[in-house]
T-cell receptor
Framework: EPEVTQTPSHQVTQMGQEVILRCVPI?????FYWYRQILGQKVEFLVSFYNNEISEKSEIFDDQFSVERPDGSNFTLKIRSTKLEDSAMYFC????????????FGQGTRLTVV | AQSVTQPDIHITVSEGASLELRCNYS??????LFWYVQSPGQGLQLLLK??????LVQGIKGFEAEFKRSQSSFNLRKPSVHWSDAAEYFCAVEISSGSARQLTFGSGTQLTVLP
């Protein structure tokens, strides 16, 4: 069964450092998303990406965040200068086109900023 | 603004007992509705979805959910809970904003199953 793959599963970084979280969406999907879940809180939408551009972003997704699809398979989330409050589980998701389709989520990357 | 409410933070049931997890939404139009499950250290797995048609939908692992427009609810049910059902359950609403179609999640319900 096709799945969304995220790497690494856990990343520890120092405050102020840049991190890149990587995702390989399901191959025939065209919509890509990043969500985050701070420990003990709800899953929150960060950004959606379609046709090589951001289609929607939340207020959380400020200038410190960026997304990229550098090649035909990877979808990355970059945080330029990490803050303590960026510590969270980050989920990538992808979706096929058309009505009645759902998002498939990866296993997540747990980011710890120290 | 759209929102999803899961009023029960934590539910404990005995194995073999029935289960109902509550979900209420606030959305201007008929929403697309989902239930996801998250086991410890795992990602989000889709249990079931409602887009249109029959308001009682069947999902994986023996779960079902009923959409009630009059109550703005989409409660998840299972007639007999198994120990492996212990996990966190999230209700979500799809917000169709242009092509984005992102999800808004509830705060989750943690399910504990007693032997």
């Amino acid at each position: 069964e096709p799945e969304v793959t995220q790497t690494p599963s856990h990343q520890v970084t120092q405050m102020g450092q840049e991190v890149i979280l990587r995702c390989v969406p399901i191959s025939n999907h065209l919509y890509f998303y990043w969500y985050r879940q701070i420990l003990g809180q709800k899953v929150e939408f960060l950004v959606s990406f379609y046709n090589n551009e951001i289609s929607e972003k939340s207020e959380i997704f400020d200038d410190q965040f960026s997304v990229e699809r550098p090649d035909g398979s990877n979808f990355t989330l970059k945080i330029r200068s990490t803050k303590l409050e960026d510590s969270a589980m980050y989920f990538c998701a992808s979706r096929a086109t058309g009505p009645g389709t759902e998002a498939f989520f990866g296993q997540g990357t747990r980011l710890t900023v120290v | 603004a759209q929102s999803v409410t899961q009023p029960d933070i934590h539910i404990t049931v005995s194995e073999g007992a029935s289960l109902e997890l509550r979900c209420n939404y606030s959305y201007g139009a008929t929403p697309y509705l989902f239930w996801y499950v998250q086991s410890p250290g795992q990602g989000l797995q889709l249990l079931l979805k409602y887009f249109s048609g029959d308001t009682l939908v069947q999902g994986i692992k023996g779960f079902e959910a009923e959409f009630k427009r009059s109550q703005s609810s989409f409660n998840l049910r299972k007639p007999s809970v198994h120990w492996s059902d212990a996990a966190e359950y999230f209700c979500a609403v799809e917000i169709s904003s242009g092509s984005a179609r992102q999800l808004t999640f509830g705060s989750g319900t943690q399910l504990t199953v007693l032997p």
